[in-house]
Nanobody, 122 residues
Framework: QVQLVESGGGLVQAGGSLRISCAASGRTFSIVLLGWFRQAPGKEREFLAAIRRSTGSTYYTDSVEGRFTISRDSAKNTVYLQMNSLKPEDTAVYYC???????????????WGQGTQVTVSS
């Protein structure tokens, strides 16, 4: 089992930056991919970015590439999402996820965190 805990969400003005974190615990050695998703009210969950644990290769959805950066600290078993040039439409609950048996960054993911709220004011 892998447990994931997100932190760092909050309220930020449009154009600002925020970094959210996800700490993994448990059978972290089994993680193949770590990803970030978000879900806004009334919308489906959306893939944002993923990082491959072994190589550090990163993957992004088009809507955030160039604004968001995913990174990892292997020693801390933590993955980050640096978000720049934030827009009101980035407001959502942001979730961290881990894949242990799948190598496709698009999913599916096995474990999910509880989410952290990010609100961008205009």
């Amino acid at each position: 089992q892998v447990q994931l805990v997100e932190s760092g969400g909050g309220l930020v003005q449009a154009g600002g930056s925020l970094r959210i974190s996800c700490a993994a615990s448990g059978r972290t050695f089994s993680i193949v991919l770590l990803g970030w998703f978000r879900q806004a009210p009334g919308k489906e969950r959306e893939f944002l970015a993923a990082i491959r644990r072994s190589t550090g290769s990163t993957y992004y959805t088009d809507s955030v590439e160039g604004r968001f950066t995913i990174s990892r600290d292997s020693a801390k078993n933590t993955v980050y999402l640096q978000m720049n040039s934030l827009k009101p439409e980035d407001t959502a609950v942001y979730y961290c996820a881990a894949a242990r048996t799948n190598s496709d960054y698009r999913g599916p993911y096995d474990s999910w965190g509880q989410g952290t709220q990010v609100t961008v004011s205009s």
